[in-house]
């Protein structure tokens, strides 16, 4: 099984969102040693973003150095993603939606004829059959009620890896982040636990 790990936050080893994830690799590994995962860390080395510069590697046919560059590197992301059997994303929630490093990552992967196409009938995501999971850290309460209005996270999310294909994904929420220490640690350990269950059982998520 092969595992891809975007983190995404710009806090390091503090954050919640990276270190659910890397209990969740720790877990897998455990249940299956033979697992291969490729962790690709882009809040703490940020992709650049796309400019007048450099969106034609993306959007267009690469000419100038510059571009040539950019599309070596989205070629690079591609190739990760396409290996990828069950994709893992650490988003922490900013500012009511994902961090603009994480909206980076799918600038560079989105592309028309490698990881979706356009038909006579409309769009068609290529990267059908993989799994996902979506690890997410929020301050606030957003998955229900008066909140979810607010929340411009998990459906971006959802509507970029469905416009690829990717439709099987769970999502774990770490909420309350800032309702105190007992109601933040209560969340991060429930997550925890819905990742271990994943993690341990069978790998079903692999299947």
Not at 148 to 164: K, S, Y
């Amino acid at each position: 099984m092969n595992i891809l790990v975007v983190s995404s936050s710009a806090n390091g080893d503090a954050s919640v969102s990276g270190g659910l994830a890397a209990r969740f690799v720790d877990a897998v590994r455990a249940a299956n040693p033979a697992a291969h995962v490729v962790l690709r860390d882009v809040g703490a080395n940020p992709l650049p973003h796309l400019t007048a510069e450099t969106v034609a590697a993306i959007k267009g046919e690469p000419a100038t150095h510059v571009e040539l560059e950019a599309r070596s590197l989205s070629d690079a992301l591609v190739a990760e993603l396409q290996a990828a059997d069950l994709i893992v994303i650490a988003s922490p929630m900013y500012n009511f939606g994902m961090s603009s490093t994480l909206k980076a990552w799918f600038d560079h992967v989105l592309r028309a004829g490698l990881t979706f196409r356009y038909t006579s009938e409309g769009p068609e995501g290529l990267l059908g059959g993989r799994k996902a999971i979506v690890i997410e850290s929020r301050a606030g309460f957003y998955s229900e009620g008066d909140g979810a209005a607010m929340d411009g996270q998990e459906p971006h999310i959802r509507i970029l890896l469905g416009f690829m294909g990717v439709t099987d994904v769970s999502y774990v929420r770490a909420e309350k982040l800032a309702f105190g220490p007992d109601a933040a640690e209560a969340s991060i350990e429930a997550a925890a636990g819905a990742l271990t269950e994943f993690a341990s059982g069978d790998l079903k998520l692999a299947a």
